[in-house]
């Protein structure tokens, strides 16, 4: 029997329409995106579905997205029955994996992100901070180059072959041309409105970290991997603390993905807008199975592929 984990992308997913087609035939999305537009005061069909300029903002993109994904699993598993042994979610994805692991209420994960998105929008006035992708090059050898240069690090370990820096932008510039010369297929600026998962969205960590004393956390019902760690939680003890350094510290997916494929994992399956991380799967393990969900009519793909 597969061992299955569901998995959840992160901010640059999204797009106008995620979600429309659950919320449209779907009592228990419909639900879910009314519950958030009445928690947050503003329209989530609206922000989802129609042409707009937030979507693409950081305090608007962050609830957007994890609202749907939150809808679109709740959905997939009641007309499935299907339960994972695991979850992970790539940096925002990581909350609604908290959510499928009941560590934390759908409307505490909706809330808390809205003001994650603030406070990492608000963080570092625009133009200070870059953040760009690295591709066909060995992390060790990234990291090796990137060492002595002061104020930028690895944001994201996505999959072989693609990093992500991120920091001060003229570290981040620096750090570009230094990896060209060093052998990196291509380095290139990416479209961000910060530097995330860098040092310097610490100060706004330790705001998500108040903002997180009023939130409850429960003991998982299932494990989720942190994305700080590429660990299995299991301990309620442990969230706050990870989801503070999670602002800015490194995102291990490769990592996470190994770990839960060495723990049993054969069957991943993404929920959310995109292919994302379908995508990194195939360069971490093309042996695994991968599938994702942003449609409706995937679901009945996805049962069919799962043999239910």
Request: proline share 5%; aromatic share 6%; net charge negative.
């Amino acid at each position: 029997m597969s061992k299955i984990a569901f998995i959840f992308p992160g901010q640059g997913a999204q797009t106008t329409g995620m979600g429309q087609d659950f919320y449209n035939e779907e009592e228990t999305a419909r639900r879910v995106f009314d519950r958030a537009s009445q928690l947050l005061g503003f329209s989530m069909p609206e922000l989802c579905f129609e042409p707009n300029d937030r979507l693409d903002i950081t305090e608007y993109t962050q609830p957007a997205m994890v609202t749907a994904s939150i809808a679109m699993m709740k959905v997939f598993t009641e007309r499935t029955g299907i339960t994972p042994s695991v979850a992970a979610g790539l940096s925002l994805g990581e909350y609604p994996a908290m959510a499928a692991a009941g560590v934390m209420s759908e409307d505490d994960a909706i809330r808390t992100v809205r003001q994650r998105g603030i406070l990492m929008q608000e963080a570092v006035p625009a133009g200070l901070g870059a953040m760009s992708a690295v591709l066909a090059m060995d992390a060790a050898k990234i990291e090796e180059v990137i060492e002595p240069i002061e104020g930028v690090q690895i944001a994201n370990y996505n999959c072989p072959g693609q990093i992500v820096i991120s920091g001060k932008t003229e570290a981040v510039e620096k750090a570009s041309r230094k990896l060209a010369e060093a052998g990196a297929k291509r380095v290139i600026p990416l479209k961000v409105s910060g530097p995330f998962h860098s040092a310097m969205l610490t100060q706004a960590g330790e705001k998500l970290g108040k903002v997180l004393e009023t939130v409850e956390v429960h003991t998982p019902v299932i494990p989720y991997v942190a994305n700080v760690t590429a660990e299995y939680v299991t301990d309620a003890a442990d969230v706050k603390p990870l989801l503070v350094r999670q602002v800015s510290s490194s995102v291990r997916w490769e990592q996470s993905i190994r770990r839960m494929l060495e723990n049993g994992v054969d069957t991943f399956i993404e929920i959310g807008p995109g292919r994302t991380l379908t995508g990194f799967m195939k360069k971490i393990d093309r042996n695994a199975k991968a599938m994702n969900i942003e449609k409706l009519e995937d679901i009945e793909k996805v049962k069919e592929a799962l043999g239910c």
